[in-house]
């Protein structure tokens, strides 16, 4: 078995939550803050578009905006001679752009739970609101942001047709678990594919456990409150 694309998706998913993690807490953050609900909804729909849109649509706005002749793509190509599109980068950029609704809507929920009398009464001792979510809020809520942190890992790591789309199924460079299977299974070498599933199905049981542990946990939580 070739143990590139296991190296390429693990690479990707890494760098990917990095990223998601703290681009959802920051958005959930802002967003449950927000008081008006349109101005609430409005958000909240654009953060959660890439999760209902088709992979390869979302792939194809990232195409169009880190390609060659795109308007990011273009200026790091000009200014740095850098080429985002059919990079490794790319690959970030789809798992990133497809994992981060799962994220942010899973902060977000977590941050609306924590009891609000919590925060009243840190108001109340004179802390500062980014004070009261760093030292309150946040750490209340962390089952949930670990939660999410695990489930948007798994997407980021399944990731396929935006990944397809943007950064191609180059081997050793691009090609991750997903492209991996579709690559064999076009090619008739069906053995491969039986490895490489196995792999996925392995990591999903273990994200599907750690989604109920920290379920579990964000239960005993909310019940000592």
């Given at each position: 078995m070739n143990l590139s694309p296991i190296l390429v998706s693990m690479r990707t998913a890494s760098a990917a939550i990095a990223v998601t993690f703290f681009l959802g807490v920051l958005a959930a953050r802002?967003?449950?803050g927000i008081n008006r609900k349109e101005i609430k909804m409005i958000l909240d729909g654009i953060l959660t578009l890439p999760l209902v849109l088709?992979?390869?649509v979302a792939g194809f706005f990232l195409l169009y905006i880190f390609g060659v002749r795109g308007p990011v793509g273009k200026f790091f190509l000009d200014f740095f001679s850098v080429r985002i599109a059919f990079s490794w980068s790319a690959t970030v950029i789809a798992a990133v752009t497809i994992s981060f609704p799962l994220m942010y809507r899973s902060c977000r929920g977590a941050l609306e739970q924590v009891d609000p009398n919590l925060v009243y009464a840190a108001r109340t001792l004179g802390l500062s609101e980014w004070a009261i979510f760093l030292k309150i809020s946040l750490p209340t809520a962390m089952p949930g942001v670990a939660s999410g942190a695990v489930l948007a890992f798994a997407r980021g790591l399944g990731e396929f047709g935006a990944t397809a789309m943007?950064?191609?199924n180059i081997a050793g460079?691009?090609?991750t678990l997903p492209l991996a299977v579709y690559s064999d299974v076009a090619a008739g070498n069906m053995e491969g594919a039986y490895g490489y599933v196995l792999i996925i199905v392995i990591i999903s049981f273990?994200?599907?456990?750690l989604m109920n542990y920290f379920t579990v946990q964000e239960t005993k939580i909310r019940g000592k409150e």
């Amino acid at each position: 078995m070739n143990l590139s694309p296991i190296l390429v998706s693990m690479r990707t998913a890494s760098a990917a939550i990095a990223v998601t993690f703290f681009l959802g807490v920051l958005a959930a953050r802002v967003v449950a803050g927000i008081n008006r609900k349109e101005i609430k909804m409005i958000l909240d729909g654009i953060l959660t578009l890439p999760l209902v849109l088709p992979p390869t649509v979302a792939g194809f706005f990232l195409l169009y905006i880190f390609g060659v002749r795109g308007p990011v793509g273009k200026f790091f190509l000009d200014f740095f001679s850098v080429r985002i599109a059919f990079s490794w980068s790319a690959t970030v950029i789809a798992a990133v752009t497809i994992s981060f609704p799962l994220m942010y809507r899973s902060c977000r929920g977590a941050l609306e739970q924590v009891d609000p009398n919590l925060v009243y009464a840190a108001r109340t001792l004179g802390l500062s609101e980014w004070a009261i979510f760093l030292k309150i809020s946040l750490p209340t809520a962390m089952p949930g942001v670990a939660s999410g942190a695990v489930l948007a890992f798994a997407r980021g790591l399944g990731e396929f047709g935006a990944t397809a789309m943007i950064a191609g199924n180059i081997a050793g460079k691009t090609r991750t678990l997903p492209l991996a299977v579709y690559s064999d299974v076009a090619a008739g070498n069906m053995e491969g594919a039986y490895g490489y599933v196995l792999i996925i199905v392995i990591i999903s049981f273990v994200v599907v456990a750690l989604m109920n542990y920290f379920t579990v946990q964000e239960t005993k939580i909310r019940g000592k409150e």
